[in-house]
């Protein structure tokens, strides 16, 4: 079976709407989906930005919220500004790299996400993440510890060490096996075409068809 | 009939890929088109940017073209990257505000893009702005001369002051008629149908269906 990469960064209001689709989306596709977890802070800063640039340049960012809002509520999915934007991922990123080991990743990812920009909820809090485990049936003490062992931690900095040697820029960012690298939750269809066919060649005919 | 304001700049990338593909679309949708041609300078310049975007964040920029060749592609359209980038298109941008009070703005302006993105032509060359003209049954020079008028001049400022006020970042840009701003190629058909429903609820049913 064909796969894509989906890389995301908690943090990321398009990388929301991705999570909530992916699965569906790529299951029509007949693409299968790897889950990775990386931090756009070290991207940003290779970049020379300081914080998101949603933040750095007002007016997108105002355009930004209002674009997700409205296509959240098309998906029937709820959206609320974060407080503080963006919010650190770091603890859940860590996790997320566990569950995706097993098979708990992309279930943890999508109550992540809920969490922030449905309910409104801190997400470097651990009492939220902890709730989160709790509920998909893993223990939150161990998995919280398991997270900060420093292997575990050294392999969330190599893959986003990864992502910056792949050229990533932000999130969220898919990756096909033949190395092309297509960004943004708009861009999920393209890619999972491109896994499939290695060309957009019929993309569009296929859309309108 | 509902119309869409598809504001452009003929420096855009993504701007050509909207006005090959826009008029089809909006009759598909049963929406009027407006074409308003304006000048990303200085509205790059009121968000402290001295270039294009893609300039400032070169792996940004990298992606772009990629991303315009690969969708170019599939649309049955040359790209090749404009030497230099951007383009001034302000001589053109002049001249297409007169040609959208008439019949021939969007002709003329799909002409331009091509000139631009397929032929790799400088459209600040006023002798390949005359061919266009002239191909499109127009008197260069009378049109050149009516475009470099201080009432045209002004009328094009004015016009990208507008944008701004309207809080436009980039292009292409699409307004509906209630006020409601998307900006992208990726954003033409979700802009479409706010302006026939005033909502997005429905679009991905639509797209499924």
Redesign the interface.
Known sequence: MKALDFWFEFASTYSYLTAMRIEAAARRAGVEVRWKPFLLGPVFAG?GLSTSPFNI?P??G??ML??VE??A???GLGFRTPDPFPQNGLTAARIALIGCDEDWGADFTRAVYLAEFDQGRQISDKAVLSDILHSLGQDPEAVLQRSESPENKARLKAQTETAMQL????APTFMTEDGE????N??LE?ALY?ARHH??????EQDAG
Chains 1, 2 share one sequence.
Request: aromatic residues 22%; glycine residues 12%; without cysteine.
């Open positions: 970049q340049y007016l997108k105002g355009n209002r674009d409205r296509i509520a098309a998906m050229n990533m820029f932000g690298l297509f960004w943004g708009d861009r393209q491109w060309t957009l060649e019929g993309f569009f």
